[in-house]
């Protein structure tokens, strides 16, 4: 029987991170990583087929985050990043059928027709907005609307929430999904006044304050798509590394984890990393721990439809000219919104063609994300037929389907982390990473790997 000091079980983003980290950390311990497919990657993945490259799941990340910069450098793969182009920071927002712009300066918004003229006051009056009742968890939506209106609510943020979580604003924690919002507002009693002494603070240590796209960071991923790093860790870590081991049931004995294989294979360990999706984390504990299992349990997720097209250029009177577009859900509109991947990475499709990649479902729409393939391609062509202005029919399709695409961090989501925090301590030397709980992104999985290499 296998007996390491630490097991990870789960290969995505997160498990891999932590092996690295672990590696680097603590060199001298046996670390050993179980995934039950027999690929890498979890949701990362890119599919090169006739000159298209399409990634399953995310497509890039923010260059926000050191760790996740770091953690490129030392797989070796500095050369490889690929930063969008520049034109990212054109997004746009269905209203009223029709794409518009949203704009990047307070000047070129006062400007812009996204909101009515009363919704752009409105935004304008976010320092006299009331101040949050005490001791409550508010949604994103309250918030929002609390602040700067129901206008900018509805169009600019609940969009943005659906493209990003997959989320419904007024089920979703702001404490759990944007903590810097809520600290801004405690801080300094308005997010502009925020932002603005942030910005002085910066620009008088010489930075601009924000990266080229904002201070969220620029859009980057790796040339080949997001999968470029998941074969390189494999690379690195062949010998650290276990495939096609799925764990279906964790106990404790003696001090040791013990972990049964679904192929038969018990592995011993000192310390356990769960790196996988809550649900998926619940059901291996069952026996282990009710509190831990039914506290990993609670975590909803939404499914998300991933609908990659390539078309003739020609077939689309659009010029494509940024990173796409969001729909917010007052427009009655299926689709979630529509990223054109070929405008801001290159190489995504061949000479003369374009990538769409179309989001459905999400937790405001789950029967979209489940229908059929044909239903599917014929509700995504229709709605972007009629807001890009597409003829013909796309010259290629791929679609990908999770089921469990994006946990959802609802009002309450932090009392679910101090159980889960409290009963793991309990139990002694187990940790949980991945998008679950921390924060959603690739990023935020780096980082919370990090943290539980730092502890275990
Ligand atoms: C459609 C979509 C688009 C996204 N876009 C972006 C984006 O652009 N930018 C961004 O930052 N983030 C994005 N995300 C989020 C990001 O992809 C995830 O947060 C991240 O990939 C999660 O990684 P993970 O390792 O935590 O989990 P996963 O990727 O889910 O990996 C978990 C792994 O555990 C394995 N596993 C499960 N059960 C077992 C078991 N019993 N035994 C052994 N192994 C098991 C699985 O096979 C899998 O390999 C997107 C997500 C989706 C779904």
Redesign the pocket.
């Known amino acids: 029987m296998p007996e390491h000091e630490i097991a990870i ?7 891999l991170s932590a092996l690295h980290f672990i590696r680097l950390l603590k060199p001298e311990q046996d670390v050993h990583l ?4 027999s690929r ?5 993945g890119t599919d090169n087929i006739e000159g298209y490259s399409f990634d399953r ?5 923010l260059d926000r985050e050191p760790l996740t910069l770091q953690l490129a450098e030392e797989l070796g793969l500095t050369d490889k990043l690929e930063r969008a182009g520049e034109n990212v920071s054109n997004r746009f927002i269905l209203r009223d059928g029709k794409l518009r712009a949203v704009p990047m300066s307070p000047i070129k918004f006062m400007m812009a027709d996204i909101l009515p003229v009363m919704g752009r006051l409105r935004v304008m009056g976010e320092p006299f907005a009331k101040k949050r009742p005490d001791g409550i968890d508010e949604s994103i939506y309250d918030f929002v609307e609390r602040r700067i209106g129901r206008d900018a609510a509805d169009y600019l943020v609940q969009p943005m929430v659906s493209g990003v979580y997959g989320g419904v604003a007024s089920k979703l924690s702001l404490k759990s999904c944007f903590p810097i919002m809520r600290e801004m507002e405690n801080e300094y009693g308005s997010l502009f006044k925020a932002m603005i002494s942030k910005a002085k603070k910066a620009k008088a240590k010489g930075k601009s304050g924000a990266g080229p796209s904002g201070p969220g960071g620029w859009l980057t991923s790796f040339e080949g798509g997001t999968e470029t790093i998941i074969k390189r860790f494999e690379e690195k870590y062949i010998n650290q590394i276990t495939k096609q ?4 049931e964790i106990t404790k004995h003696n001090n040791l984890y013990r972990i049964k294989m679904a192929n038969g294979t018990i592995v011993e360990a000192k310390s356990l990393i769960l ?3 809550a649900n ?1 984390a619940a059901e ?1 504990t069952c026996e282990l721990s009710s509190k831990l299992t039914s506290a990993l349990g609670s975590i909803p997720y939404a499914p ?1 439809a ?1 609908v990659c097209l390539g078309y003739n250029e020609k077939n689309i009177d659009h010029d494509l000219d940024g990173f796409g577009f969001l729909v917010p859900s007052k427009e009655n509109i299926k689709i979630l919104g529509s990223i054109w991947t070929s405008s801001i990475f290159k190489n995504r499709a061949p000479q003369g063609m374009v990538q769409l990649r179309t989001m459905v479902g999400g937790d405001g729409d789950h029967a979209s994300a489940e229908l059929s393939d044909n239903e599917l391609l014929k509700l995504v062509t229709d709605d972007l037929d009629q807001i890009m202005n597409i003829s013909g029919k796309p010259d290629i399709v791929k679609m990908y389907r ?1 089921k469990y ?2 946990p959802q961090f609802l009002i309450g989501h932090s009392e679910v982390m101090n159980r889960i925090e409290d009963e793991t301590k309990t139990l002694g030397n187990i940790f949980v990473t ?2 679950a709980y921390y924060g ?4 935020d ?1 780096v980082k919370q790997s990090f943290k539980v290499a730092s502890l275990v």
Not at 9 to 15: L, P, T
Not at 34 to 37: D, L
Not at 245 to 248: D, G, I, N
Request: charged content about 5%; glycine content about 26%.
């Open positions: 079980i789960g290969g995505g983003i997160s498990g179980y995934e039950a497919e890498l990657g979890g949701t990362i799941g995310p497509n890039g990340f081991s799925r764990a279906v790196a996988l999706p998926h291996i998300i991933v999770w695409g994006i991945g998008n959603i992104g690739l990023n999985c």
